[in-house]
């Protein structure tokens, strides 16, 4: 995966204070975000959070009530049109004429985005596997394949910045994995930015670089996958199986490469303070402390760990004082 | 906006609505079937009984196909679907939104609407004109037929009101984004409530400003025989003029103000 670095200035999307009220309920509560441009950025959270919403203020669906955007470096609403030229996006599911067939649908898009976008019909249907079926009308297509067409329509902007809004919803197994390779070659292979809304965990930390966790309107964290996995700064954790955890925990609690180490089911639980090649330093610590050690396990953080943590941790902030007493 | 891509949204609004095979049959039916049915009655009547009906072509009949495109339900009714097809095609296949996140302006996506749903409105139009046209003399026998200039005059005063009436739509129906709820409406003020407002005297010169008098003003056919007939208001053709170029202007705002500022 292509790294991402949030702090860079290359961002393909730049929010601050972004808010966006619906009457008394606010939808998006000042977000900031930054997306960097080259690779897949994963929006995630939960139903409800503010995601499509979000989406739709980006690309001038909707507009935002306070609060500044940009999109690919050009200022949104006022520089709308330089904006979306080369950006490609697919709002909640993708719709289309079914009355018309999957290339006709892609000329219409293609008459109004200009005509250089003509010549990319063909390439565009090739890209997702559908020239075949490119004839036939959109109403015989099942949902993987209308989807795969909400793609090829959004490569007719040759896009540098592609917006999917929760885009394996509806996929059998096999499409969504079909569809995290394609998101991945865009990245990779073709240099293209994608951001990706999703609510779906294990989605956004197979395909993603980086990513935002949103709830309630606003955005908890953002980072690599890595770091926010970690809680924020990167975290290093060892699990570490001894024959004297008494003497281990002693030994790792006077050293200055451990942070921090407890016991726990699985045994000793370690948090290295540097980084994680000093879990060799550990076990020779250990080791010639005549600690026997059987089992030393580096801990995988997973995206879901942490965001069960942050939103457990905000319904735990919701629940009202006399509830908690 | 350039003319290559007016030219190219045009084409690409035409192609939806030449595709949606219901509208497109139906508009064909409501245009083609009464003249069919007018003169294929019309010459059964009159091989059967000669003395009683006269041949079923001729001046007289092309008047009243001329009537029954352009002043009465039917040519109206085809103006209606296919302008409401066009103002409300997008939104109701959801499409709106794809083609706004093209950075393209809601102006122009409006706009785009309209000459695609003139053109489909026109081209079913003229053929039932032509069809008319064809009963008229394929049937006249011995009874005069009409010149040339109420033949061109006819023409164009069925293009105006299935036009003006297809622009009134495109602009109505975008406002109200619904195509059952914008075909109740303009079906219900074209047939009930602008001849039954014409119909109140108290109502004085207001009465003016219903769309259906001021386009019957540009009839070429006698006032008895037009549509309104003696419930015809007299007014000037400048009056006229401000009147439906009132309605065009309205209707056209305000089917771009709502493009331009809904949520999509």
Redesign the interface.
């Given at each position: 995966m292509s790294s991402a670095d949030l702090s860079g200035s290359g961002l393909a999307i730049e929010t601050n204070g972004l808010t966006k009220r619906f009457g008394e309920r606010t939808a998006l509560d000042g977000i900031d975000l930054r997306v960097p441009r080259g690779s897949a950025f994963g929006f995630l959270g939960p139903n409800g959070a503010g995601k499509t919403t979000i989406i739709?203020t980006l690309?001038?669906?909707?507009a935002a009530d306070a609060g500044t955007m940009h999109v690919l470096g050009h200022a949104v609403p006022q520089e709308?049109?330089?904006?979306?030229?080369r950006?490609g996006?697919i709002?909640e599911e993708?719709?289309?004429?079914?009355?018309?067939t999957g290339r006709?649908?892609l000329?219409?898009?293609a008459?109004?985005?200009?005509?250089e976008a003509d010549a990319r019909i063909d390439p565009a249907l090739a890209r997702v596997g559908l020239s075949e079926r490119a004839d036939q009308k959109v109403k015989s297509y099942s949902m993987g394949m209308r989807q795969r067409l909400g793609v090829a329509?959004c490569l007719l902007?040759d896009p540098l910045l592609l917006i999917l809004d929760e885009p394996t919803n509806g996929l059998d197994p096999g499409g969504i994995q079909e569809f995290r390779e394609m998101i991945r070659a865009m990245v990779e292979q073709e240099g293209r930015t994608v951001f990706v809304s999703s609510h779906l965990l294990d989605e956004v930390e197979k395909t993603c670089d980086a990513a935002a966790i949103v709830d309630r309107g606003k955005i908890i964290t953002q980072g690599t996958i890595a770091d926010l996995a970690g809680g924020g700064a990167a975290r290093h954790e060892l699990i570490v199986g001894v024959d004297d955890p008494d003497r281990a925990l002693g030994v790792l609690g006077a050293s200055e490469i451990v942070l921090e180490s407890h016991r726990s089911d699985e045994g000793l639980r370690v948090v290295l303070a540097g980084e994680p090649q000093s879990a060799a330093q550990v076990n020779a610590l250990l080791v010639n402390a005549g600690i026997g050690v059987a089992r030393l396990e580096p801990v995988r953080h997973s995206l879901e760990q942490r965001f069960l943590e942050i939103t457990s941790r905000l319904d735990a902030d919701l629940v009202p004082e006399e509830v908690k007493a | 906006m350039n003319p290559t891509i007016a030219m190219r949204m045009f084409g690409a609004d035409f192609l939806k609505i030449r595709k949606k095979r219901g509208t497109l049959i139906w508009a064909l039916v409501l245009a083609l079937l009464p003249v069919i049915v007018f003169f294929v009655v019309g010459a059964i009547q009159h091989s059967s009984a000669p003395s009683e009906h006269s041949p079923a072509g001729g001046t007289s009949h092309f008047e009243t196909c001329v009537q029954l495109l352009g002043g009465l339900f039917f040519g109206p009714l085809v103006a209606i679907l296919i302008g409401v097809e066009a103002g409300t095609g997008d939104l109701a296949a959801g499409v709106f939104r794809d083609l706004v996140v093209t950075g393209r302006s809601r102006a122009a996506l409006f706009a785009s609407r309209v000459p695609a749903a003139l053109a489909l409105c026109w081209a079913v139009i003229v053929a039932a004109f032509v069809l008319a046209l064809l009963g008229t003399y394929a049937f006249a026998s011995n009874l005069p037929t009409p010149s040339a200039s109420l033949i061109f005059n006819s023409l164009g005063f069925v293009l105006l009101t299935t036009g003006v009436l297809c622009v009134v739509a495109v602009g109505f129906s975008s406002l109200v984004g619904s195509k059952p709820g914008s075909i109740i409406a303009l079906i219900a003020w074209q047939l009930v409530a602008g001849p039954l407002i014409a119909s109140i005297g108290s109502l004085g010169g207001a009465r003016r400003g219903v769309l259906d008098q001021a386009l019957e003003h540009f009839s070429p056919l006698a006032p008895d025989k037009g549509r309104h007939g003696p419930t015809l208001l007299t007014m000037s053709g400048g009056t006229a003029v401000i009147v439906v170029v009132g309605w065009l202007v309205v209707f056209l705002a305000l089917g771009a103000w709502r493009t331009r500022t809904m949520d999509a």
């Open positions: 739709r690309l001038g669906l909707t709308r049109a330089q904006a979306l030229q950006v996006a709002v993708p719709r289309f004429h079914m009355h018309l006709e649908n000329r219409i898009v008459a109004v985005r200009g005509p329509r902007a | -």
